[in-house]
């Protein structure tokens, strides 16, 4: 097969998409469940609404009211009216109205607790005592300025008449003569006017109140019709210089302009600029802000009118003297269509929900991510040649593909069935706002995916941020948001926790929605923007998406290369491992010096002639690779490998035998660039493992010790995945996929198609080992290839290895001799971090294995006995077992002849009972015990 190359960007991103693609297809059942959320809620909602609507909307005190005016004998209706006549006060509201009520206009006027008095800061101009809070007959002040004060003075002196004259056949033009105010804020209809259907007192306002008594009235027709009674006022009317002095004084009067924190109002002002005997000109200021924390409440202006007609009425009478009047009789809406409460309590609560909703794609992310992560899949498939540039941004890609879809279908399902929030706010601007609010979250599950390595803790952890968030902002952050007292910039503050900024948004969505609603208008537009608190919140959400993006990916780097996250904290004085190491060298190299074999030296020397003329003949160069494990907790730093020069040739398959501990897989894992080697180097294909790992990757197969596959992926799909990693595509592909799964015996009986969770440890072990080979790998590791297999298909895997290593360079770690022998050309026994010997089988047994072996079993009172009988065999014979009567001794094969050992045998068996005896040739096995013990003898007492 032809060599294919290393798989360019889209081939990876493919094989990696392919698999995502599969793997969510798996979990079809709880991606669907994650899918009906967003269905269930906005069916809850809708649900919500239309109980909502018969209860409350459509309730009876909330429409148009009708009565019955014919009645048949029966008792039963046979006419029913409905119109304003026929409601109550409650209900006339909702009717429609063909002539609406006349109401009189109305002069804002400040509460009497915070009308202007004589304060310290306010202290000269004419002000009342404070003592008239106590009694609550502070005047209402009005202040005037303007080029000319005596026109000022001649024209302020008119514009209160001092007579009330009030003749109830026409109310309203005898009222028009009083100037009445109320501290009552107008709404934003006047069909009903809030001063006069509250039970707040209509203010007359007089320049001398004569008595303090109330005078009764009856405003309106019924049923629209209610009972007032006039209360006098006092006004004050104070000429100020110049206009700044007029801002001066209000903005003094403003709670937060003056040093007491007093609210200290006056009603209006008026700059009367060049006004004389041929110009009119006036500015007024009036106050336009309300307190209930709604912005841009139309309606303001009605009792502005007042005013304007005072000012106006008062230069009259300064022209043609008292007699002419200019009267303002009363202000009347437009007529109106019957109307019905329209409260959109979805969209109330939609916030709530919706943030639940976009935030339930937290937990699937990052548990997808961590999973990953947990079962190292990330790293093995890093090995298979799977970079992190393109793992990182077909994961966002994919996951960002996901959660638009989802947004997605969110909206149109909300806007399908009918919920407000949805329908009324311009779509680009929801969909920008989910767009980059779910951009911002994928950057978290990044960032935060670091922090865990159990799937588990990170579900729990992410479902308690979902829902604790959510109610979080719907109990804290609106009432918050609500309370204009709180300081704007903390509310800021807090939203620079992301789901709270989400659950702004949304509270922003669902004001518009509840408000454009009410008005049978439109929610939010780009034009409401800035208005609304959107542009903070998509500055807060794009910024954050870019510093957690940045973030997650220095903290991927860092842990990627097995550094302390924070390690350009550490104190650079501090060079505590690398001023520990030339002691370390020194005391390694005179224990190589004294132990190294010559064959180990032979391969050293091959080594060092490799480095210096590179030729690509070995596929594997390891020179002089060492690793320490820094010491902890006061133990001394730990020599995992010894300075290990090794060269493997293509088309070798090299065995690692050593017992546990001896640094096997320390050395395996600097060479498939999990471990940073301390010192010393290793080339693969004539590239650096410690520069050049990412291209050392596309040419290498690895079979960890322990399995990594997904659990949810079959056999096939796994072959298939990493196949398209190295490169193979269409029919080369599949006909790789097929051979390799008949060769590990995975193809028959659909077991190919089974899912890996399903499989047997066997099973999981030849699907590793397949893996690991697929696209012909040029250097492949296997760390215990055959651990858990029967002997059959350990006999098939082992033809399978054997017909890969034709063009292949292959590590194997084993503790199977039997395996060993039978697949490795060449051996290396690993002890304590060096190697102690190197050669094929035969050489070893023949090097190490110049003895039989001789066992014996007898009653333990022969024992002596037996010792005797090799005594005299074999003088220089070594005991080397002895249990109950069994022993083992072994025989230097030059001084014994096999056919001695049998007569003396057969003597023996005559003179006392044998129950059992054995000669036998060494194994690989005795080679193997022997190495090691003296091997970890010598190191002990070096
Ligand atoms: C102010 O107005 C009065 C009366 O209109 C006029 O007599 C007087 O000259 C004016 N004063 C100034 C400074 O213009
Ligand atoms: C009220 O109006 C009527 C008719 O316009 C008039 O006769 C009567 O004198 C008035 N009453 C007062 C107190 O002005
Ligand atoms: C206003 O101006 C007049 C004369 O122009 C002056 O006498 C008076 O002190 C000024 N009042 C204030 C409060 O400045
Ligand atoms: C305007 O009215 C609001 C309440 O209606 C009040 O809080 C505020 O202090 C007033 N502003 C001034 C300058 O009087």
Same mark, same amino acid.
């Given at each position: 097969?032809?060599?294919?190359?290393?798989?360019?960007?889209?081939?990876?991103?493919?094989?990696?998409?392919?698999?995502?693609?599969?793997?969510?297809?798996?979990?079809?059942?709880?991606?669907?469940?994650?899918?009906?959320?967003?269905?269930?809620?906005?069916?809850?909602?809708?649900?919500?609404?239309?109980?909502?609507?018969?209860?409350?909307?459509?309730?009876?005190?909330?429409?148009?009211?009708?009565?019955?005016?014919?009645?048949?004998?029966?008792?039963?209706?046979?006419?029913?009216?409905?119109?304003?006549?026929?409601?109550?006060?409650?209900?006339?509201?909702?009717?429609?109205?063909?002539?609406?009520?006349?109401?009189?206009?109305?002069?804002?006027?400040?509460?009497?607790?915070?009308?202007?008095?004589?304060?310290?800061?306010?202290?000269?101009?004419?002000?009342?005592?404070?003592?008239?809070?106590?009694?609550?007959?502070?005047?209402?002040?009005?202040?005037?300025?303007?080029?000319?004060?005596?026109?000022?003075?001649?024209?302020?002196?008119?514009?209160?008449?001092?007579?009330?004259?009030?003749?109830?056949?026409?109310?309203?033009?005898?009222?028009?003569?009083?100037?009445?105010?109320?501290?009552?804020?107008?709404?934003?209809?006047?069909?009903?006017?809030?001063?006069?259907?509250?039970?707040?007192?209509?203010?007359?306002?007089?320049?001398?109140?004569?008595?303090?008594?109330?005078?009764?009235?009856?405003?309106?027709?019924?049923?629209?019709?209610?009972?007032?009674?006039?209360?006098?006022?006092?006004?004050?009317?104070?000429?100020?210089?110049?206009?700044?002095?007029?801002?001066?004084?209000?903005?003094?009067?403003?709670?937060?302009?003056?040093?007491?924190?007093?609210?200290?109002?006056?009603?209006?002002?008026?700059?009367?600029?060049?006004?004389?005997?041929?110009?009119?000109?006036?500015?007024?200021?009036?106050?336009?802000?309300?307190?209930?924390?709604?912005?841009?409440?139309?309606?303001?202006?009605?009792?502005?009118?007042?005013?304007?007609?005072?000012?106006?009425?008062?230069?009259?009478?300064?022209?043609?003297?008292?007699?002419?009047?200019?009267?303002?009789?009363?202000?009347?809406?437009?007529?109106?269509?019957?109307?019905?409460?329209?409260?959109?309590?979805?969209?109330?609560?939609?916030?709530?929900?919706?943030?639940?909703?976009?935030?339930?794609?937290?937990?699937?992310?990052?548990?997808?991510?961590?999973?990953?992560?947990?079962?190292?899949?990330?790293?093995?498939?890093?090995?298979?040649?799977?970079?992190?540039?393109?793992?990182?941004?077909?994961?966002?890609?994919?996951?960002?593909?996901?959660?638009?879809?989802?947004?997605?279908?969110?909206?149109?399902?909300?806007?399908?069935?009918?919920?407000?929030?949805?329908?009324?706010?311009?779509?680009?601007?929801?969909?920008?706002?989910?767009?980059?609010?779910?951009?911002?979250?994928?950057?978290?599950?990044?960032?935060?995916?670091?922090?865990?390595?159990?799937?588990?803790?990170?579900?729990?952890? $992410?479902?308690? =941020? /979902?829902?604790?968030?959510?109610?979080? *902002?719907?109990? %804290? !952050?609106? @009432? #918050?948001?609500?309370?204009?007292?709180?300081?704007?910039?903390?509310?800021?503050?807090?939203?620079?926790?992301?789901?709270?900024?989400?659950?702004?948004?949304?509270?922003?969505?669902?004001?518009?929605?509840?408000?454009?609603?009410?008005?049978?208008?439109?929610?939010?537009?780009?034009?409401?923007?800035?208005?609304?608190?959107?542009?903070?919140?998509?500055?807060?959400?794009?910024?954050?998406?870019?510093?957690?993006?940045? $973030?997650?990916? =220095? /903290?991927?780097?860092?842990?990627?290369? *097995?550094?302390? %996250? !924070?390690? @350009? #904290?550490?104190?650079?004085?501090?060079?505590?491992?690398?001023?520990?190491?030339?002691?370390?060298?020194?005391?390694?190299?005179?224990?190589?010096?004294?132990?190294?074999?010559?064959?180990?030296?032979?391969?050293?020397?091959?080594?060092?002639?490799?480095?210096?003329?590179?030729?690509?003949?070995?596929?594997?160069?390891?020179?002089?690779?060492?690793?320490?494990?820094?010491?902890?907790?006061?133990?001394?730093?730990?020599? $995992?490998?010894?300075?290990?020069?090794?060269?493997?040739?293509? *088309?070798?398959?090299?065995?690692?035998?050593?017992?546990?501990?001896?640094?096997?897989?320390?050395?395996?894992?600097?060479?498939?660039?999990?471990?940073?080697?301390?010192?010393?180097?290793?080339?693969?294909?004539?590239?650096?493992?410690?520069?050049?790992?990412?291209?050392?990757?596309?040419?290498?197969?690895?079979?960890?010790?322990?399995?990594?596959?997904?659990?949810?992926?079959?056999?096939?799909?796994?072959?298939?995945?990493?196949?398209?990693?190295?490169?193979?595509?269409?029919?080369?592909?599949?006909?790789?996929?097929?051979?390799?799964?008949?060769?590990?015996?995975?193809?028959?009986?659909?077991?190919?198609?089974?899912?890996?969770?399903?499989?047997?440890?066997?099973?999981?072990?030849?699907?590793?080992?397949?893996?690991?080979?697929?696209?012909?790998?040029?250097?492949?590791?296997?760390?215990?290839?055959?651990?858990?297999?029967?002997?059959?298909?350990?006999?098939?895997?082992?033809?399978?290895?054997?017909?890969?290593?034709?063009?292949?360079?292959?590590?194997?770690?084993?503790?199977?001799?039997?395996?060993?022998?039978?697949?490795?050309?060449?051996?290396?026994?690993?002890?304590?971090?060096?190697?102690?010997?190197?050669?094929?089988?035969?050489?070893?047994?023949?090097?190490?294995?110049?003895?039989?072996?001789?066992?014996?079993?007898?009653?333990?009172?022969?024992?002596?006995?037996?010792?005797?009988?090799?005594?005299?065999?074999?003088?220089?014979?070594?005991?080397?077992?002895?249990?109950?009567?069994?022993?083992?001794?072994?025989?230097?094969?030059?001084?014994?002849?096999?056919?001695?050992?049998?007569?003396?045998?057969?003597?023996?068996?005559?003179?006392?009972?044998?129950?059992?005896?054995?000669?036998?040739?060494?194994?690989?096995?005795?080679?193997?015990?022997?190495?090691?013990?003296?091997?970890?003898?010598?190191?002990?007492?070096?």
């Amino acid at each position: 097969m032809a060599d294919p190359g290393p798989a360019s960007f889209s081939t990876r991103a493919n094989a990696l998409l392919r698999k995502n693609l599969t793997y969510q297809k798996r979990n079809l059942r709880s991606n669907l469940w994650i899918i009906m959320i967003p269905f269930m809620l906005c069916l809850f909602l809708v649900a919500i609404q239309v109980l909502f609507d018969t209860q409350v909307n459509n309730a009876d005190e909330n429409r148009c009211g009708c009565q019955c005016t014919v009645t048949s004998e029966a008792g039963k209706c046979e006419k029913e009216s409905c119109g304003i006549e026929f409601s109550s006060p409650d209900q006339a509201f909702f009717c429609s109205i063909a002539s609406p009520p006349r109401w009189p206009p109305l002069l804002q006027i400040p509460p009497p607790e915070s009308r202007a008095v004589r304060t310290s800061f306010l202290s000269d101009i004419g002000l009342p005592d404070e003592s008239c809070r106590r009694t609550g007959t502070c005047p209402v002040t009005i202040l005037f300025t303007g080029n000319n004060r005596s026109v000022g003075t001649s024209l302020f002196d008119n514009l209160l008449t001092s007579s009330v004259t009030v003749n109830s056949s026409d109310l309203l033009q005898d009222l028009a003569n009083n100037v009445l105010g109320t501290a009552r804020e107008a709404d934003f209809t006047n069909y009903l006017d809030p001063g006069i259907a509250s039970n707040d007192p209509i203010y007359n306002i007089r320049s001398r109140c004569i008595s303090n008594a109330t005078l009764p009235f009856s405003f309106g027709q019924k049923p629209l019709e209610f009972q007032k009674e006039l209360r006098c006022v006092q006004e004050l009317n104070i000429w100020r210089n110049k206009s700044i002095e007029v801002n001066d004084v209000i903005f003094k009067g403003y709670q937060k302009g003056n040093p007491e924190g007093k609210a200290n109002e006056i009603a209006a002002a008026y700059d009367l600029l060049n006004t004389d005997r041929n110009n009119f000109n006036v500015h007024i200021w009036y106050n336009s802000t309300y307190n209930d924390g709604s912005r841009n409440r139309p309606g303001t202006l009605v009792r502005v009118s007042r005013s304007v007609n005072l000012v106006s009425n008062a230069y009259l009478q300064f022209l043609q003297g008292p007699g002419t009047r200019m009267l303002f009789e009363y202000v009347k809406e437009m007529p109106k269509p019957e109307t019905s409460l329209r409260l959109d309590i979805a969209s109330l609560i939609g916030p709530l929900f919706f943030s639940w909703v976009i935030l339930l794609l937290f937990p699937v992310i990052l548990s997808s991510l961590v999973y990953e992560k947990q079962e190292r899949l990330r790293i093995i498939m890093k090995m298979h040649g799977l970079g992190d540039g393109p793992y990182w941004m077909i994961s966002y890609a994919y996951f960002l593909a996901i959660s638009t879809f989802y947004v997605i279908i969110l909206m149109v399902f909300g806007s399908v069935i009918g919920l407000n929030f949805f329908r009324l706010n311009d779509y680009s601007i929801q969909f920008t706002f989910y767009f980059l609010y779910v951009n911002l979250q994928i950057s978290l599950c990044f960032l935060v995916s670091s922090v865990f390595s159990k799937v588990k803790t990170s579900t729990v952890s $992410a479902y308690i =941020y /979902v829902f604790g968030s959510g109610l979080m *902002g719907s109990f %804290l !952050l609106q @009432f #918050l948001i609500q309370d204009s007292s709180f300081p704007r910039g903390w509310i800021i503050v807090l939203e620079l926790y992301p789901a709270f900024s989400l659950y702004r948004g949304l509270y922003e969505f669902s004001q518009f929605a509840f408000r454009g609603n009410l008005r049978g208008a439109d929610g939010m537009k780009w034009k409401d923007f800035s208005d609304s608190a959107m542009d903070e919140i998509f500055c807060i959400i794009i910024v954050e998406w870019f510093v957690a993006l940045v $973030a997650a990916y =220095y /903290v991927d780097k860092i842990s990627s290369s *097995g550094k302390d %996250l !924070l390690f @350009f #904290l550490k104190n650079p004085f501090k060079k505590s491992s690398s001023m520990r190491r030339p002691s370390l060298q020194r005391q390694g190299s005179k224990v190589f010096v004294e132990m190294e074999k010559p064959d180990v030296n032979q391969e050293r020397e091959k080594v060092e002639q490799l480095m210096l003329e590179p030729s690509t003949s070995h596929a594997i160069v390891c020179d002089n690779l060492k690793k320490v494990y820094p010491g902890r907790d006061g133990n001394p730093p730990k020599l $995992a490998v010894r300075g290990l020069s090794l060269a493997v040739p293509s *088309g070798e398959c090299f065995g690692m035998l050593g017992p546990n501990g001896a640094g096997k897989t320390s050395f395996i894992n600097m060479m498939t660039g999990l471990l940073k080697p301390t010192s010393g180097t290793g080339l693969v294909q004539g590239l650096d493992i410690c520069s050049d790992m990412d291209r050392v990757y596309t040419s290498m197969g690895v079979c960890p010790q322990h399995d990594l596959l997904w659990e949810t992926l079959t056999g096939r799909e796994h072959l298939l995945f990493y196949g398209r990693l190295k490169n193979l595509k269409g029919s080369v592909l599949e006909q790789a996929v097929e051979e390799s799964l008949k060769s590990v015996n995975l193809f028959h009986g659909g077991v190919a198609d089974k899912l890996a969770g399903k499989y047997s440890g066997g099973m999981k072990r030849r699907l590793s080992v397949a893996i690991s080979l697929i696209g012909s790998p040029k250097v492949v590791y296997m760390d215990e290839p055959s651990t858990g297999l029967d002997p059959a298909s350990r006999k098939n895997l082992w033809t399978v290895i054997k017909r890969a290593k034709q063009n292949t360079a292959i590590i194997l770690t084993t503790h199977s001799m039997e395996e060993a022998e039978f697949l490795c050309d060449r051996l290396g026994i690993f002890v304590d971090g060096g190697l102690q010997c190197i050669g094929n089988p035969k050489e070893l047994k023949g090097r190490y294995g110049g003895s039989y072996v001789f066992t014996m079993t007898t009653s333990s009172e022969h024992e002596g006995n037996v010792e005797k009988l090799i005594q005299d065999v074999s003088p220089n014979a070594k005991k080397i077992y002895h249990i109950a009567g069994t022993q083992k001794f072994e025989l230097p094969k030059e001084e014994v002849r096999i056919s001695e050992v049998f007569q003396a045998v057969e003597k023996a068996k005559s003179n006392f009972t044998v129950f059992a005896w054995g000669l036998a040739d060494t194994t690989l096995e005795d080679v193997f015990v022997k190495v090691a013990r003296t091997g970890q003898a010598f190191n002990v007492f070096s």
